[in-house]
């Protein structure tokens, strides 16, 4: 089992919809959660961070986390052609080692 | 504020050949990062450094050396590339790490690596 696993994708999803993003992670002692967006090309770059079980909401992101399931998840609410990207979820292990999943890239259709 | 910089951006080795990738950042942070990305595959990590004069094995070390020269500069060695090494390599930094809080990763432009 991999330490970080996210939704193989791609997804598709029309402008305006919500794209649900998710991961879930095998450290059960992992206590920061990160969501990275990646254009094509580029390097990623933060877009949510969250250490509290819940919800927690920036702009059109939310980023929700549930300890007990070892889940966490990114919604993007009105999305938008330039919301189309690859999504990487990132999890510290052992506190030094950020560890991420494959990502899952997301397609906005105009 | 440059960040974290590599260089260089792109490289084209002949299988066998060795390099050195570069990586200095200018935000004082502790720790730094060594990732590999190849399609389809995420980011996997190669070394990490805690902190200066600490360097640690993470995913794929395999073919890879490090040193962390001091607290800015974090380098990435390949002594005998081969072609299973062509990749795009990104440096990264964060400010604290520890057992109970991560700050988020700041990462370079990355090194475009092909080895024939």
């Known amino acids: 089992q991999k330490e970080v696993e996210q939704n193989s994708g791609p997804l598709s999803v029309p402008e305006g919809a919500i794209a649900s993003l998710n991961c879930t992670y095998s450290?059960?002692?992992?206590?920061?959660f990160f969501w990275y967006r990646q254009y094509s090309g580029k390097s990623p770059e933060l877009i949510m961070s969250i250490y509290s079980n819940g919800d927690k909401e920036d702009g059109r992101f939310t980023a929700q986390l549930n300890k007990a399931s070892q889940y966490v998840s990114l919604l993007i609410r009105d999305s938008q052609p330039s919301d189309s990207a690859t999504y990487l979820c990132a999890v510290p292990t052992g506190g030094f080692k950020t560890i991420f999943g494959a990502g899952t890239r997301l397609f906005v259709k105009a | 504020n440059a960040g974290v910089t590599q260089t260089p951006k792109f490289q084209v080795l002949k299988t066998g050949q060795s390099m050195t990738l570069q990586c200095a950042q200018d935000?004082?942070?502790?720790?730094m990062y060594w990732y590999r990305q190849d399609p389809g595959m995420g980011l996997r990590l190669i070394y990490y450094?805690?902190?200066?004069?600490?360097?640690d094995k993470g995913e794929v070390p395999n073919g890879y050396n490090v040193s962390r020269l001091n607290k800015r500069e974090f380098s990435l060695r390949l002594e005998s590339a081969a072609p299973s090494q062509t990749s795009v390599y990104f440096c990264?930094?964060?400010?604290?790490?520890?057992?109970?809080?991560?700050?988020?990763?700041?990462f370079g432009n990355g090194t475009r690596l092909t080895v024939t």
């Open positions: 935000m004082n942070h502790n720790s």
């Open positions: 450290d059960r002692g992992s206590q920061s």
């Open positions: 990264a930094s964060l400010v604290q790490a520890t057992s109970s809080y991560n700050s988020p990763l700041h």
């Open positions: 450094s805690a902190s200066e004069g600490t360097t």
